[in-house]
């Protein structure tokens, strides 16, 4: 079984400024296709108790993209990381 999990890559570092709020730079919003009151999820990945990374995925898409893209993916990080 052929899986494309080489998609995923660092397009910015964000700040977490005083109120708990970030910012998407511009050229990611305009790539991701994202307007004013779009609803993102937020996915945390949890090891050793704490939360160790996020993902945003577009509410819309949440359902196919845990299945096609972070399923396997997250199945291979956390095999990986357990060793």
């Not at 998407?24 to 296709?33: T, Y």
């Amino acid at each position: 079984m052929t899986r494309n999990v080489g998609c995923c890559k660092v397009d910015a570092v964000v700040t977490v400024d005083s109120k708990g709020q970030i910012v998407l730079p511009k050229d990611l919003r305009e790539k991701a296709k994202l307007k004013p009151n779009d609803k993102l999820a937020v996915i945390g990945c949890e090891r050793d108790g704490e939360i160790c990374c996020f993902m945003l995925v577009k509410s819309e898409d949440l359902g196919s993209t845990i299945k096609n893209m972070l399923g396997p993916m997250l199945k291979d990080i956390f095999q990986t990381g357990s060793g």
